[in-house]
């Protein structure tokens, strides 16, 4: 009990270093990624390749100017941020980032808790996570803040309700609203993705509007907004803003890898010869792998298409995205029906 | 340890409910709701009823309140754009009020605490809950839902009409 304990706190401890190390590189790959799509070199002074650049900006931002408005709302200014970097750090704790490791005769597994409900509360972070931005921009008391924020809330309402139904349809064909269970049932090569190609893509651009990434980055558009709901933020404030983003990208790329692409599964997982230690092993290097990869898809999209305007952005959420996925919905059940 | 835990909890979502009454700004009346709305979710939590505690954050944190910040937000209201009332409508508020708090009073104090019942092993699961809504309660269900979908014709046409 007390071993089980430690290992708990230890998990839980390694997958918060491990996200804000991803999310700290991720900032890194971003502009190598740039640079790469534009034929041009990038970071490359600050160590070797660059690789200290990510230092160097957490140093930058620790050392600029604190300003906070006079005619802020000066607790609400703080909370903001805070919240941001809250709700982006609290969804890994239902992700499975492996199967079970043996030690001793005991199992232990490798997830922060395996609760029977967590897709739901993965929705129910990924609902509020909208109240950092929001708070933040109506703090600041600064029309473009405060059109950031209006333009974020609206958008994460519309493309939530895409994300849920697409969602539901996962739901329905396995039968359980458990993470880990969704992930043990696409075993091997089994993955929801060849049953779900439509749900996954209509999944995969709501994310992309729920991390407000590229070409959905509406409410921080900065040829219309100066810079959207953190015109007014500086120093580490706008520092926590940033990398919330990058820190939510990488679990929407776990939740998908979860979800669709079969977790810590990967062909041919069972024909190794290897023990189950090594395999679990193993399956947490494929499930990271995953979340590169889609990290990686993430900014190609980002360097590729060009942004949405607007009305645009509404269209295609309620009129496109949101019928798709209930027909989604509805053939997943007449196919479920028929081939029983 | 749970009783203390409850004490907490009744104490956050108490003192929030009456924050969000009494604070000027519309803005910070919202935010003391959510965290009222947090802290009933935990209370369904402490009951063993997770799924009504996440639809609880789902459904009202996550998109009824934050339609409600939008609108204003959008409206820009803030402490200074709030009308004043006349007096005879402070003192109407408050008598209807104070009566409708005495009626409360009234029928709890007549009332005998129910027995608790046995534990039962996934008493709030959705497993559970899904098999009673649709053998037990399934005509209400579909009440709600065929509510739900006028109050959504309702408001498309209200919108459609110039």
Redesign the interface.
């Known amino acids: 009990m007390e071993f089980a304990l430690i290992f708990k706190i230890l998990l839980i401890t390694i997958v918060f270093v491990i996200t804000l190390v991803v999310a700290m590189y991720s900032t890194l790959a971003e502009r190598k990624v740039a640079a790469f799509l534009q034929d041009r070199i990038g970071p490359n002074r600050a160590g070797p390749f660059g690789l200290l650049q990510p230092l160097a900006d957490g140093v930058k931002f620790f050392f600029k100017e604190e300003i906070i408005p006079t005619h802020s709302n000066k607790w609400?200014f703080i909370l903001g941020p805070c919240l941001a970097m809250l709700t982006a750090g609290m969804t890994s704790a239902v992700l499975p980032w492996g199967d079970v490791i043996n030690i001793d005769g005991v199992d232990y597994m490798l997830q922060g808790t395996d609760?029977?409900?967590g897709i739901?509360?993965i929705?129910?972070v990924?609902?509020?996570g909208?109240?950092g931005i929001?708070?933040g921009g109506?703090a600041s008391n600064n029309k473009f803040s405060?059109l950031g924020?209006?333009r974020a809330?609206?958008q994460?309402?519309s493309y939530?309700l895409a994300m849920g139904l697409s969602m539901i349809a996962i739901v329905m064909m396995s039968g359980t609203?458990s993470v880990r269970e969704i992930v043990e049932q696409q075993d091997g090569f089994n993955w929801n993705i060849w049953y779900q190609p439509v749900g996954f893509i209509i999944f995969l651009i709501c994310s992309l509007a729920e991390t407000n990434r590229a070409p959905f980055d509406l409410p921080e558009c900065e040829t219309e907004l100066v810079g959207g709901y953190h015109t007014e933020y500086s120093s580490m404030k706008l520092g926590f803003y940033l990398f919330s983003e990058y820190i939510n990208m990488f679990i929407s790329c776990g939740v998908i890898a979860a979800v669709y692409f079969g977790g810590y599964n990967f062909p041919f997982m069972h024909d190794l010869g290897l023990s189950d230690n090594a395999v679990a092993i193993l399956g947490v290097v494929a499930f990271f792998a995953k979340i590169i990869f889609g990290i990686f898809f993430f900014m190609w999209i980002r360097w590729t298409l060009p942004r949405f305007r607007y009305d645009q952005l509404m269209k295609l959420g309620w009129q496109y995205l949101i019928p798709l996925a209930i027909l989604n919905v509805l053939i997943t059940g007449a196919v479920m029906i028929f081939t029983k | 340890m749970l009783a203390y835990v409850f004490y907490i909890l009744s104490a956050i979502s108490i003192g929030s409910a009456l924050m969000m009454v009494f604070s000027k700004n519309p803005?910070h009346s919202v935010?003391y709701l959510?965290a009222t709305f947090f802290s009933i979710a935990a209370h369904f939590i402490i009951l063993n009823a997770?799924?009504l505690a996440?639809?609880q954050?789902?459904v009202y944190?996550?998109?009824i309140m934050?339609?409600f910040?939008?609108v204003i937000?959008?409206l820009?209201l803030n402490s200074e754009s709030e009308v004043s009332k006349s007096t005879i409508v402070k003192v109407a508020a408050a008598l209807s009020a104070g009566l409708l708090f005495l009626v409360m009073v009234a029928s709890f104090k007549e009332s005998v605490a129910l027995p608790v019942s046995e534990v039962v092993p996934g008493l709030g699961?959705?497993k559970n809950l899904g098999k009673v809504l649709f053998s037990e309660y399934l005509l209400p269900f579909e009440a709600t839902s065929v509510l739900f979908l006028s109050a959504m014709a309702g408001s498309v046409l209200l919108a459609k009409k110039k």
Do not use: H, K
Request: glycine fraction near 4%; proline fraction near 0%; charged fraction near 5%.
């Open positions: 609400l609760i029977n409900i739901l509360y929705f129910g990924t609902s509020i909208v109240y929001m708070i109506w405060l924020a209006i809330s609206s994460m309402i939530e609203l | 803005v935010l959510i997770d799924f996440i639809v954050i789902i944190t996550g998109a934050v339609l910040l939008y937000m959008l820009n699961s959705v």
